[in-house]
């Protein structure tokens, strides 16, 4: 789909390049003897071992056929960070995600959902039930497209290198079971199960809280984890 | 009350479907078939709904607990699905509260114990930050020429390995320097950047945001987006580091850069600090950019959300002397949509009418070049480095480029120097051609050149040296021919190639590569005895092997004109080159010739 970052794999060890020059100088151990090279046919004129150190290795751009294909599957996880992207990673505090950790953030969801209720309690053509319904709604909605949508980083400090990861996953660097994970994750459970519940368990409304809810629950499971789900 | 009537409604129900199934034994006696098995399923889940209603009775009795039982009550509504999937939830987010943190990076995270930490701690010896000068490059230092008196074409007197050069009659021609225009002679240059060290002194003293800004630097800023047609310009405090504060301003992880194989030093390093991602086209081989960008299309094409693409290369190029074919390739960037990213550091003040670069070269507008950057230290005199192009490009450095915004600004008197020097080669132009007359100096005397290079006469030059730069390019590049390297064994090139099979730069630096130096040797031979014979300085490439991430061209005997260079200049050049040359290269005829050099660069 895109020329991602990982889609190279910047890890794998670099045997070629580094075992040319060996070759190369192998007959010179210590240089600051004077010289033992020797005129001979080991040194090539190409030093390099696939030859490709001449002005022109090949007619062929190098990565867009190495490039590995993306499966075509509809799950998919995306590979692991490299060692680069993980260094780019740590540079910096990761400014977007970091702000969550802090209390008033948590309280922020709470005042949101109960100035939501509020806010619906004014709309006198909603009935108790559906106002219960839509702040649960407007709070689901909102929190997945916030924390499960939105990829990357809206300031750039980090040369791109959260770009792959929503803000779900670059809370606490991807650690599971944190205090605040635990905590965003009560929460719109605790808020379906109130929400059901004043609304007077109709099935309908029922069906559209339970889904909601499940939406922005099923993401944040550990499994879900830098999973990607393609539907188009 | 309530718990007992859930209990009680519960109760009625498993008797009436128990006396039921007891009912239809007892009736049918022995003739009727084992019960079928769904029945008994639905005693023993009512059982066991039985008993846990039993326990949930008992919540009654513990505080708060009749709260709970009155929320489950209502919340039951004659639908165990639904409560089955609420009570679900409820003991998923027990579970999920009680499971202990686990690190996303676990299995990379080595634990030592301390005695472990101690050990490691006492065995590692820091590597020197600085490495050794080694006996075979020793002599690289010692040529580095040291210029009495004032940097200017008719040198005084020069030192070089300890030898003094000093000819009382008749000076020596300085053929080693960028400054293409002869600049650093201009007494209004002179003049403009002492008035100005009087008047601000020698430093900026802060960034550019942070008061290191003066009138002068707004100035300059000005005169350089006038002097090259755009909107608007950004002065960096040194040029090496404007590619490198440029490019990974724009680009980062995931967007694209076409760029040539042959590019210099500070672009390559942007490349990499920048994080994106590279493609190589062969040195200024068009079809081969082509081809690439047709590769890649149909994966762009796909691409959502879009990335930043941009072509990356060099006016005048660095390592080589050769001009970009720049028609060509605003040509395939506006076919294919890319931006044009152009390295302009010798190609302004070099070429064009008017020494407005490459662009004018060509005469294609500056605003097909996207991004603009070049050197106030080549042909205007001065220092520090500049990028130009449109506003919004340049407003977006101010913030996020990380030289402009972290590191000094330029010196006042460089601003300066830089603005007079803009002044200088525009006050001259001749109103019937347009032509600047400092310019038109420069290319004659750089075609003059040429042509005298390749004069067949010069029987010695011809057998040993290629001139590889282009024809306009005063700054000449002159590389041992391959067939004479072929007898050497030279190999092809120099370095690693890592990064453009890979992608990704080396991991070690080059190591030290005794042919590269024997051949840069060589090459110091020549410049050293045309010295002492003719009074004649010129320079080779001096590239430091280690930090070139691209394969490295064989190095080159450079030939830097400038304005001031007369004709009979020339023609003393060529003759003694043409001597020189002979009198070195007749002895070195096979590889071993060659490595019996090595004893020569340890007594240099």
Same mark, same amino acid.
């Given at each position: 789909m895109s020329l991602s970052p990982n889609s190279r794999d910047y890890l794998s060890p670099d045997i070629n390049s580094s075992s040319q020059y060996i070759r190369r100088n192998s007959n010179i151990e210590n240089i600051n003897q004077p010289s033992n090279l020797q005129s001979s046919s080991q040194h090539a004129r190409k030093n390099s071992i696939n030859g490709d150190l001449t002005p022109t290795p090949s007619h062929q751009p190098a990565h867009t056929i190495t490039r590995p294909r993306r499966s075509s599957s509809i799950i998919q996880h995306l590979e692991p960070d490299t060692i680069d992207t993980k260094i780019d990673q740590a540079l910096n505090p990761n400014l977007n995600a970091n702000w969550v950790n802090q209390k008033g953030a948590w309280l922020i969801h709470i005042i949101i959902i109960i100035i939501l209720k509020i806010f619906y309690n004014f709309l006198n053509i909603l009935n108790n039930d559906w106002k219960w319904t839509m702040t649960n709604l407007t709070y689901n909605i909102g929190s997945y497209i916030m924390f499960h949508q939105v990829k990357g980083t809206p300031f750039e400090f980090n040369s791109g290198a959260y770009d792959n990861l929503t803000m779900w996953e670059q809370i606490d660097n991807g650690d599971q079971y944190t205090p605040t994970k635990k905590f965003l994750m009560i929460v719109p459970i605790g808020l379906f199960l109130i929400s059901t519940h004043y609304s007077n368990y109709n099935l309908n409304l029922f069906l559209l809280n339970g889904l909601s809810c499940l939406c922005v629950v099923i993401p944040k499971l550990a499994i879900a984890h830098r999973l990607r789900v393609t539907l188009y | 009350m309530a718990s007992s009537l859930v209990i009680s409604t519960t109760t009625t129900t498993i008797t009436s479907i128990a006396t039921e199934i007891l009912n239809r034994q007892l009736s049918d006696g022995q003739n009727l078939p084992p019960p079928p098995l769904s029945q008994t399923w639905q005693v023993i889940l009512n059982t066991f709904i039985h008993h846990f209603l039993k326990f949930l009775n008992l919540l009654n009795k513990i505080p708060g607990g009749p709260v709970v039982l009155r929320y489950i009550k209502s919340s039951y509504q004659n639908d165990p699905i639904r409560s089955l999937f609420e009570y679900c939830l409820f003991i998923f987010a027990l579970t999920y509260f009680f499971t202990s943190k686990k690190k996303e990076n676990k299995s990379e995270i080595v634990k030592f114990s301390s005695k472990e930490i101690d050990e490691l701690c006492n065995e590692w010896e820091p590597e020197p930050l600085v490495?050794?000068?080694?006996?075979?490059?020793?002599?690289?230092?010692?040529?580095?020429?040291?210029?009495?008196?004032?940097?200017?074409?008719?040198?005084?007197?020069?030192?070089?390995?300890?030898?003094?050069?000093?000819d009382e009659k008749q000076s020596i021609k300085n053929f080693a320097s960028q400054d293409f225009l002869n600049l650093n002679e201009n007494q209004r240059i002179k003049d403009a950047a002492e008035v100005e060290i009087k008047y601000a002194g020698v430093g900026a003293c802060g960034p550019p945001n942070f008061y290191g800004t003066q009138d002068v630097h707004v100035r300059v800023e000005e005169d350089l987006a006038e002097f090259l047609d755009s909107e608007q310009a950004i002065?960096?405090?040194?040029?090496?580091?404007?590619?490198?504060?440029?490019?990974?301003?724009?680009?980062?992880?995931?967007?694209?850069?076409?760029? $040539?194989?042959?590019?210099?030093?500070?672009?390559?390093?942007?490349?990499?600090?920048?994080?994106?991602?590279?493609?190589?086209?062969?040195?200024?081989?068009?079809?081969?950019?082509?081809?690439?960008?047709?590769?890649?299309?149909?994966?762009? $094409?796909?691409?959502?959300?879009?990335?930043?693409?941009?072509?990356?290369?060099?006016?005048?190029?660095?390592?080589?002397?050769?001009?970009?074919?720049?028609?060509?390739?605003v040509e395939l960037k506006n076919k294919f949509k890319y931006r044009l990213f152009l390295d302009e550091s010798l190609s302004i003040g070099t070429l064009g009418i008017t020494g407005k670069g490459v662009a004018e070269h060509f005469n294609i507008p500056r605003a097909e070049i996207s991004i603009t950057i070049g050197s106030m230290a080549n042909s205007f005199a001065s220092s520090g480095g500049f990028c130009v192009g449109v506003s919004s490009m340049v407003h977006h450095q101010r913030i996020s480029s990380n030289a402009y915004v972290f590191s000094a600004s330029l010196p006042p008197y460089s601003a300066k120097v830089t603005s007079q020097a803009i002044k200088v080669i525009k006050e001259n132009i001749d109103s019937r051609t347009?032509?600047?007359?400092?310019?038109?100096?420069?290319?004659?005397?750089?075609?003059?050149?040429?042509?005298?290079?390749?004069?067949?006469?010069?029987?010695?030059?011809?057998?040993?040296? &290629?001139?590889?730069?282009?024809?306009?390019?005063?700054?000449?590049?002159?590389?041992?021919?391959?067939?004479?390297?072929?007898?050497?064994?030279?190999?092809?090139?120099?370095?690693?190639?890592?990064?453009?099979?890979?992608?990704?730069?080396?991991?070690?630096?080059?190591?030290? &590569?005794?042919?590269?130096?024997?051949?840069?040797?060589?090459?110091?031979?020549?410049? $050293?005895?045309?010295?002492?014979?003719?009074?004649?300085?010129?320079?080779?490439?001096?590239?430091?092997?280690?930090?070139? &991430?691209?394969?490295?061209?064989?190095?080159?005997?450079?030939?830097?004109?400038?304005?001031?260079?007369?004709k009979s200049d020339i023609d003393m050049l060529v003759e003694?080159?043409?001597?020189?040359?002979?009198?070195?290269?007749?002895?070195?005829?096979?590889?071993?010739?060659?490595?019996?050099?090595?004893?020569?660069?340890?007594?240099?």
């Open positions: - | 490495k050794e000068v080694i006996n075979l490059q020793e002599w690289q230092l010692k040529s580095i020429p040291e210029i009495v008196g004032q940097n200017q074409f008719n040198l005084k007197k020069i030192i070089i390995n300890n030898n003094t050069y000093n002065i960096y405090g040194q040029d090496y580091v404007t590619a490198g504060s440029v490019i990974p301003a724009f680009l980062k992880r995931g967007d694209l850069c076409v760029v $040539d194989r042959n590019v210099n030093n500070a672009v390559q390093k942007a490349l990499i600090v920048s994080r994106a991602d590279i493609e190589w086209f062969d040195h200024n081989d068009m079809d081969h950019l082509n081809q690439i960008l047709t590769q890649l299309k149909p994966v762009l $094409d796909k691409q959502k959300p879009i990335k930043r693409r941009f072509i990356v290369t060099e006016g005048l190029f660095a390592n080589s002397g050769d001009i970009v074919n720049l028609p060509k390739i347009g032509q600047s007359k400092l310019m038109t100096t420069l290319h004659k005397i750089t075609n003059y050149t040429y042509q005298t290079l390749s004069r067949s006469s010069n029987t010695n030059l011809n057998c040993y040296f &290629d001139i590889v730069s282009s024809p306009q390019s005063p700054m000449i590049h002159l590389q041992l021919k391959e067939t004479y390297r072929e007898k050497l064994n030279l190999p092809l090139l120099y370095g690693n190639s890592s990064f453009i099979t890979t992608g990704k730069p080396s991991q070690y630096p080059n190591k030290f &590569d005794e042919y590269f130096n024997l051949e840069c040797f060589l090459l110091q031979k020549v410049i $050293d005895l045309i010295l002492t014979k003719s009074n004649i300085l010129l320079t080779r490439s001096k590239i430091i092997l280690e930090h070139e &991430d691209l394969p490295v061209l064989p190095p080159h005997l450079l030939i830097n004109l400038s304005a001031s260079v007369t003694s080159l043409d001597a020189v040359v002979y009198s070195i290269f007749k002895n070195i005829q096979a590889e071993n010739d060659l490595i019996n050099l090595t004893n020569e660069i340890l007594n240099y």
